[in-house]
């Protein structure tokens, strides 16, 4: 059975009242050989302070070195400690905020959080996933009212010794039931080698997979030894439990994909979209500059702010595509086809970005898409513009969406300029699954865009390899993490 230690800074930091425990300081717990030889180990660390090089970071640091399950864990205490990290994630709870906080009277408000839980029965579902947003024992949460929205301001962990005899008893409550849990670990089925999560969004009405393409990942899963389950949003506090993520959801900066990537490579899983390809692939002015530096062709391309509309005309001609950096699905993208149109939608795309992207139109009767996974070319498809459409997806004004036909070639029947240009652009990215989309014309192939998570539809992107496709991105996940695997 693990051994449970909960780690203080003094002893007098654990009140009388507190439960039964296994305390010891922190100078016992980093000092003492004793503890350094325990292998199945769980730390609380409730030091006084968790500021770099502390003693209590020093507590996370070396349990984490001993392979202690601690927490709350290095990475945590480096993400509190920044909040241009941790306003990233927060901001996805903005709507649940404002929704837990709107009939308070007050303008501000701080909230204390012990293991997840609140001492307000209202704020509890906030509570619980802040904490697993960042699981650290004790957070003070702040909260105010601006423009007429409650958004989180500041998130920092609460000290046990700074606690006041009133909030001795929720903490009592909450202490008692971390320590009489389970700690999660990686699950494993007898008959599986690997578990893998894949990602979805049941409500995505443009997923990246459809429900029979994810269907076929479990069952061929089966076959190869690896137990595949699809989780969503709400299961974030169970990712450890599994060995590898594979992101099969719209994929963000500010959105909670991110923050699943991020923590799977925390938490040393093999991880497809990995953080550095998402940040990488899902803003186009940093894909645009990219390309440019390294000669990858493209249609002409131009990063605008607001004071070179002027300059634009005489660098591009009309029509001219303007796009937001972080678009994606065939958001977010204009043709304008005069000045007037020019001034009206940059205008509107200029209060979301700083920066937006202004390209040469080329018209072509459909798009090439390679699929690329670690470097080697996987599908190659053909899609086609929406029926009286200058794109292959029309966002329609009611909602609807038209959709082009397409077709998928063998990549060896797929032209060779094509597929040497798409692997340029997609090894710049990293090692991952991308989709390279590019238009081919009588003078080449020119790169539109880089996909960190490409669509793998069924009867689509599969309609050549069938199964092989699943089985290759599958074998793909067995040799990274065959690769992990300790001498």
Same mark, same amino acid.
């Given at each position: 059975?693990?051994?449970?230690?909960?780690?203080?800074? #003094?002893?007098?930091?654990?009140?009388?009242?507190?439960?039964?425990?296994?305390?010891? *300081?922190? *100078?016992?717990?980093?000092?003492?050989?004793?503890?350094?030889?325990?292998?199945?180990? #769980?730390?609380?660390?409730?030091?006084?302070?968790?500021?770099?090089?502390?003693?209590?970071?020093?507590?996370?640091?070396?349990?984490?070195?001993?392979?202690?399950?601690?927490?709350?864990?290095?990475?945590?205490?480096?993400?509190?400690?920044?909040?241009?990290?941790?306003?990233?994630?927060?901001?996805?709870?903005?709507?649940?905020?404002?929704?837990?906080?709107? #009939?308070?009277?007050?303008?501000?408000?701080?909230?204390? &959080?012990?293991?997840?839980?609140?001492?307000?029965?209202?704020?509890?579902?906030?509570?619980?996933?802040?904490?697993?947003?960042?699981?650290?024992?004790?957070?003070?949460?702040?909260?105010?009212?601006?423009?007429?929205?409650?958004?989180?301001?500041?998130?920092?962990?609460?000290?046990?010794?700074?606690?006041?005899?009133?909030?001795?008893?929720?903490?009592?409550?909450?202490?008692?039931?971390?320590?009489?849990? @389970?700690?999660?670990?990686?699950?494993?089925?007898?008959?599986?080698?690997?578990?893998?999560?894949?990602?979805?969004?049941?409500?995505?009405?443009?997923?990246?997979?459809? =429900?029979?393409?994810?269907?076929?990942?479990?069952?061929?899963? =089966?076959?190869?030894?690896?137990?595949?389950?699809?989780?969503?949003?709400?299961?974030?506090?169970?990712?450890?439990?599994?060995?590898?993520?594979?992101?099969?959801?719209?994929?963000?900066? $500010?959105?909670?994909?991110?923050?699943?990537?991020?923590?799977?490579?925390?938490?040393?899983?093999?991880?497809?979209?990995?953080?550095?390809?998402?940040?990488?692939?899902?803003?186009?002015?940093?894909?645009?500059?990219?390309?440019?530096?390294?000669?990858?062709?493209?249609? =002409?391309?131009?990063?605008?702010?607001?004071?070179?509309?002027?300059?634009?005309?005489?660098?591009?001609?009309?029509?001219?595509?303007? =796009?937001?950096?972080?678009?994606?699905?065939?958001?977010?993208?204009?043709?304008?086809?005069?000045?007037?149109?020019? $001034?009206?939608?940059?205008?509107?795309?200029?209060?979301?970005?700083?920066?937006?992207?202004?390209?040469?139109?080329?018209? *072509?009767?459909?798009?090439?898409?390679?699929?690329?996974?670690?470097?080697?070319?996987?599908?190659?498809?053909?899609?086609?513009?929406?029926?009286?459409?200058?794109? &292959?997806?029309?966002?329609?004004?009611?909602?609807?969406?038209?959709?082009?036909?397409?077709?998928?070639?063998?990549?060896?029947?797929?032209?060779?300029?094509?597929?040497?240009?798409?692997?340029?652009?997609?090894?710049?990215?990293?090692?991952?699954?991308?989709?390279?989309?590019?238009?081919?014309?009588?003078?080449?192939?020119?790169? &539109? $865009?880089?996909?960190?998570?490409?669509?793998?539809?069924?009867?689509?992107?599969?309609?050549?390899?069938?199964?092989?496709?699943?089985?290759?991105?599958?074998?793909?996940?067995? @040799?990274?993490?065959?690769?992990?695997?300790?001498?």
């Amino acid at each position: 059975m693990a051994e449970h230690l909960v780690v203080v800074e #003094k002893r007098s930091d654990w009140k009388p009242d507190f439960p039964r425990a296994r305390v010891v *300081t922190a *100078t016992e717990y980093l000092a003492s050989d004793e503890f350094g030889k325990l292998r199945d180990c #769980k730390v609380t660390n409730l030091c006084r302070s968790y500021s770099y090089l502390s003693v209590g970071y020093y507590v996370s640091l070396l349990a984490e070195a001993r392979r202690h399950r601690v927490i709350p864990s290095t990475r945590t205490l480096s993400e509190l400690s920044r909040k241009s990290i941790y306003s990233l994630d927060v901001a996805e709870l903005d709507g649940l905020v404002h929704r837990s906080l709107k #009939k308070s009277a007050a303008h501000t408000f701080d909230m204390l &959080i012990c293991f997840g839980q609140s001492e307000h029965p209202e704020l509890e579902d906030l509570a619980r996933q802040i904490h697993e947003m960042f699981p650290c024992p004790l957070l003070r949460v702040e909260f105010k009212l601006q423009a007429d929205k409650w958004r989180i301001t500041r998130i920092r962990p609460y000290w046990v010794n700074a606690l006041d005899e009133v909030q001795h008893r929720p903490f009592t409550l909450a202490v008692e039931h971390h320590l009489s849990k @389970r700690w999660r670990s990686r699950r494993r089925r007898p008959d599986s080698l690997y578990d893998l999560a894949i990602l979805v969004n049941p409500a995505d009405p443009l997923p990246p997979s459809d =429900k029979r393409a994810l269907r076929n990942f479990v069952r061929v899963g =089966k076959t190869m030894g690896i137990d595949v389950e699809l989780i969503e949003k709400r299961d974030y506090a169970r990712l450890a439990e599994y060995d590898a993520l594979f992101i099969r959801d719209t994929t963000r900066i $500010e959105h909670y994909t991110y923050r699943f990537s991020r923590k799977a490579e925390s938490e040393g899983m093999v991880v497809i979209d990995d953080p550095d390809s998402i940040l990488k692939c899902t803003n186009k002015v940093y894909l645009a500059e990219l390309l440019r530096a390294n000669r990858v062709q493209t249609p =002409k391309t131009v990063i605008l702010d607001e004071d070179g509309l002027a300059a634009l005309e005489k660098e591009i001609p009309y029509p001219i595509v303007l =796009k937001i950096p972080d678009g994606s699905f065939s958001r977010g993208v204009f043709k304008v086809n005069d000045r007037a149109e020019l $001034e009206a939608v940059s205008a509107g795309l200029f209060k979301e970005s700083d920066l937006i992207l202004a390209q040469e139109f080329l018209y *072509t009767e459909f798009d090439w898409r390679i699929g690329i996974l670690n470097g080697t070319p996987i599908y190659a498809c053909q899609y086609f513009m929406s029926k009286k459409h200058w794109q &292959i997806l029309q966002h329609k004004k009611g909602g609807g969406v038209a959709q082009g036909a397409w077709r998928t070639l063998p990549i060896e029947e797929t032209p060779t300029t094509v597929v040497r240009t798409a692997l340029k652009a997609a090894n710049l990215i990293g090692n991952g699954l991308y989709g390279v989309d590019l238009k081919q014309t009588t003078k080449g192939a020119f790169v &539109i $865009e880089v996909n960190d998570n490409p669509n793998l539809d069924s009867g689509v992107e599969d309609a050549v390899l069938k199964d092989e496709l699943y089985r290759a991105i599958l074998n793909e996940f067995i @040799r990274r993490l065959e690769v992990r695997k300790p001498a």
